[in-house]
């Protein structure tokens, strides 16, 4: 048995735990905090098993547990966040977990050596990064990763030496049904469609409030909020127009036609799958 001794000044039950990677090193089976709070009418001792007045996962220099001892019982952040087996968890498999965790919940600051490369990632959690910058950051459609760069350093704790390369590797793609040639970031968004738009479902209003600059309840209108920004974003560069311009259909085209005609036949797509029922 493990015991995690804590006081507090004030009339709340409420005090920075320690370090995710202290509380959790030691080979027990559970660990309890004892807490004294010295403020309020008179001085109090309470104890309780640590993983119930876990709320919420903050970060300084390192990951730290916030501790509530008054949370009723399955409020604590491992319920709220099906994240029990984060106590289970060493090594790299407890960064992957936290990076998971505070991918977009959180601004922080966070450099102990448990950053990681993007390109050691497994290609299952790169993925994740891919959609979630096309999902909270429609100005990648333009090449400007000026946002997406710092959250996924300190929100994510990932380094990337070529961040467009995440989006735009490989070039550009011709999409048979569609008849054109689209951008590497036009054909992953397509190809990842279904997981693009579920991040979407799922954004609290004060993501969508910080990432796009506007909030709504309805999903909907949030979808159509994303393809509006996308729209407003979206980059035709000079080699795609060249690409398409090699195609019959666009013979005798100008340049400004065919990047009209590309963006359309895109967002037409775009808008018909997002439309869908996940």
């Not at 429609?138 to 995440?166: A, H, M, Q």
């Not at 060249?242 to 400004?256: G, M, Q, R, S, T």
């Not at 963006?263 to 869908?276: A, D, E, H, V």
Request: glycine letters at 6%.
């Amino acid at each position: 048995m493990g015991v995690e001794v804590k006081k507090t000044d004030s009339a709340k039950w409420e005090v920075i735990g320690g370090s995710i990677y202290e509380s959790l090193k030691n080979d027990i089976e559970d660990t309890y905090v004892l807490m004294a709070k010295l403020g309020g009418d008179k001085p109090e001792v309470r104890l309780r098993k640590y993983e119930e007045c876990i709320d919420d996962l903050n970060v300084t220099h390192s990951p730290r547990f916030y501790l509530n001892l008054d949370l009723k019982e399955g409020e604590d952040y491992l319920t709220r966040n099906d994240a029990k087996d984060l106590l289970e968890l060493s090594g790299d498999e407890l960064n992957k977990k936290i990076r998971q965790l505070l991918r977009t919940q959180k601004s922080t600051w966070w450099s102990e050596g448990e950053t990681v490369s993007f390109a050691d990632l497994p290609q299952e959690e790169k993925g994740v990064y891919l959609n979630e910058g096309i999902a909270l950051f429609p100005e990648v459609f333009k090449g400007d990763y000026r946002k997406f760069t710092p959250w996924l350093v300190y929100s994510c704790f990932v380094w990337c030496g070529n961040v467009r390369d995440i989006f735009s590797a490989g070039g550009n793609k011709y999409v048979e049904d569609m008849q054109i040639y689209v951008s590497a970031i036009m054909y992953r968004t397509l190809q990842n469609v279904t997981s693009i738009k579920q991040r979407i479902v799922e954004m609290t209003e004060d993501e969508q409030i910080k990432f796009w600059g506007r909030s709504t309840d309805d999903i909907n209108e949030r979808i159509d909020n994303w393809l509006e920004l996308v729209e407003e974003n979206l980059k035709v560069s000079s080699d795609l127009v060249a690409n398409n311009k090699k195609l019959k259909i666009y013979e005798n085209y100008a340049d400004e036609e065919i990047c009209k005609s590309v963006k359309s036949i895109f967002m037409s797509r775009l808008n018909c799958l997002m439309k869908k029922k996940l």
